[in-house]
């Protein structure tokens, strides 16, 4: 079986890719967007999706950690590296403490950040060929990149809270958006009444 789906979210391909497992789909490549599946004993698998060092490739220390650990490297693609266990063989988590957790979840973020930077310059390369050059079809390709580019925003967005998140729950302090604004605003005020 073969479906078409795009994740910036990695907890949202993991939920779906849990799920075709449980359904009886193990997942047994990746390309552009595009998934393959084969039949399998229905919640055989539970995959994980993790973030590498290096661009379509992983290094030997971490494949061999993952074997030793019972876990299958299905496919690498770009940061993402998409692996799997067998659920007979227990509880299959990456991440066990908080603050490896928020390091993954940054160097997400940095991926999202310099993918921002690439796109917008990409933008307005097609802008200036459509506007300077007359080309229409740098319009059309400058829609295209700005809707990719409000895809990534969003998930970099979301990355940042998942970030918050975490290092609330690490540190106990909450981020009260309202609070700050409260301070910010009794500060403006304080310095109105030095001067006045």
């Known amino acids: 079986m073969i479906k078409f789906r795009i994740y910036l979210d990695k907890e949202a391909e993991e939920k779906w890719l849990n799920q075709m497992a449980a359904d009886g789909w193990a997942m ?8 393959q599946f084969s039949a399998c004993e229905k919640g055989a698998y539970t995959y994980r999706v993790d973030f590498g060092d290096k661009l379509f490739s992983i290094s030997e220390d971490y494949r061999e950690l993952m074997q030793d650990a019972g876990i299958q490297i299905v496919q690498t693609w770009g940061y993402w590296v998409i692996l799997r266990k067998k659920t007979s063989e227990g509880a299959f988590t990456l991440y066990t403490d908080l603050a490896s957790n928020i390091e993954h979840y940054q160097k997400i973020r940095r991926m999202f950040k310099i993918v921002t930077i690439i796109e917008l310059i990409c933008l307005f390369i097609e802008l200036y060929v459509g506007a300077v050059e007359g080309i229409v079809l740098g319009y ?8 990719l580019l409000l895809s990534v925003i969003n998930a970099l967005f979301q990355t940042n809270q998942k970030i ?3 290092e609330e729950k690490m540190t106990g302090i909450a981020r009260n ?3 700050i604004m409260m301070t910010v605003k009794n500060l403006v005020l304080w310095q109105k009444e030095c001067r006045g």
């Open 140 to 147: 059309a390709f400058a829609l295209l990149i700005g809707a």
């Open 164 to 166: 918050a998140e975490l």
């Open 28 to 35: 047994e490549s990746f390309f552009g967007g595009i998934y």
């Open 177 to 179: 958006k309202k609070n």
